[in-house]
């Protein structure tokens, strides 16, 4: 029973456009959604997160937005830079169990 | 440099031994995290400890067992590996844990690898 997933296993974008990545959860008990970057033979690393009472976060050229009826969030990242090609990994907070729940992956490929 | 380290980087297993996965942070972070990341599955939580001396049990943990002795390492026993445990593991710290507040940024390890024929 996934309850946060990444429909896309992979995307493909041309450098210098946007690059949308998805995620959709279940849960309306999750508060808080990160999504983290993870390059081969690395831990992931953090990028950006929002609250779920907010619709939008920006931060440089990541931008996250949350539909909390649709239970949807999407990354924004503008301009795709080759640099940005990695896993993206989208997670939730449930506070009641104390953990992040986290989407199986999108592999996301910046091409020249 | 701080961050986490991660020992072993890789491990080959043969099925029934035991093995432990050594992790330390020096961030003096409370919370510390071990994942598993599959192909389709993405990261799956095993254990957990919010503080030192508490432990917790996540997503999937069964065959393993983990302690927190002090605040900087988290070690993660598989105590008779089989081939369903082949994975990459992750070790993972916070600040202060996930509850309350605003969500806490997890640092992660670089992994280890590990195959159990």
């Known amino acids: 029973d996934q309850q946060v997933k990444q429909n896309s296993p992979s995307l493909s974008v041309q450098e210098g456009r946007i690059s949308i990545l998805n995620c959709d959860y279940t849960n309306s008990m999750f508060d808080y959604f990160l999504w983290y970057k993870k390059y081969p033979a690395e831990g992931p690393t953090f990028l950006i997160s929002?609250?779920?009472?907010?619709d939008k976060n920006e931060d440089g050229r990541f931008t996250v937005f949350l539909n909390k009826s649709a239970k949807h969030l999407s990354l924004h990242i503008v301009p795709s830079q080759p640099g940005d090609s990695a896993v993206y990994f989208c997670a939730a907070r449930d506070q009641g169990a104390q953990k992040l729940v986290f989407g199986q992956g999108t592999r996301l490929t910046i091409n020249p | 440099i701080a961050g986490i380290t991660q020992a072993p980087t890789s491990q080959i297993l043969a099925a029934g031994r035991r093995m432990t996965l050594r992790c330390t942070q020096d961030m003096r972070h409370n919370a510390m995290y071990w994942y598993r990341q599959d192909l389709g599955l993405g990261l799956r939580l095993i254990h957990y400890?919010?503080?030192?001396?508490?432990?917790g049990k996540g997503e999937v943990p069964d065959g393993y067992s983990v302690s927190r002795a002090n605040t900087d390492d988290f070690p993660l026993t598989l105590a008779s590996a089989v081939p369903s445990q082949t994975s990459v593991y992750f070790c993972?710290?916070?600040?202060?844990?996930?509850?309350?507040?605003?969500?806490?940024?997890?640092?992660f390890g670089p992994g280890t690898r590990l195959t159990v024929l």
């Open positions: 400890s919010n503080t030192a001396g508490t432990t």
């Open positions: 993972a710290s916070s600040e202060h844990g996930t509850s309350g507040g605003a969500a806490d940024e997890q640092f």
């Open positions: 929002i609250s779920s009472i907010k």
